[in-house]
């Protein structure tokens, strides 16, 4: 059963940083992408970056870092520079590369206070 647990979320100040992490477990991910997205309330859920086991990567917020581990099967988003529209549900994915996003973490709140 694949798992995916993401864990560092919580409430910083503007202009904090942030690192979430998604642990991964129940499969190998050697071929698989690792993506991070978020909802925010009344919004529809975005991409926020994504990365291959390579460690090649993409990203659309350019405070945010994202990085794998893969002998941990682990990846993180560094969150620098926050701002209160930042805050939103953080949701860790993993897929092959090429194709849908098949696994889902359960989410991580961030809450930016201004």
């Known amino acids: 059963q694949v798992q995916l647990v993401e864990s560092g979320g919580g409430l910083v100040q503007a202009g904090g940083s942030l690192r979430l992490s998604c642990a991964a477990s129940?499969?190998?991910?050697?071929?698989?992408?690792m993506g991070w997205f978020r909802q925010a309330p009344g919004k529809e859920r975005e991409f926020v970056a994504s990365?291959?086991?390579?460690g090649s990567n993409d990203s659309v917020k350019g405070r945010f870092t994202i990085s794998r581990d893969n002998a941990k099967n682990t990846v993180y988003l560094q969150m620098n520079s926050l701002k209160p529209e930042d805050t939103a549900v953080y949701y860790c994915?993993?897929?092959?590369?090429?194709?849908?996003?098949?696994?889902w973490g359960q989410g991580t709140q961030v809450t930016v206070s201004s």
């Open positions: 990365i291959r086991w390579s």
């Open positions: 129940g499969r190998t991910f050697s071929n698989y992408a």
């Open positions: 994915a993993a897929g092959p590369v090429g194709s849908s996003w098949l696994y």
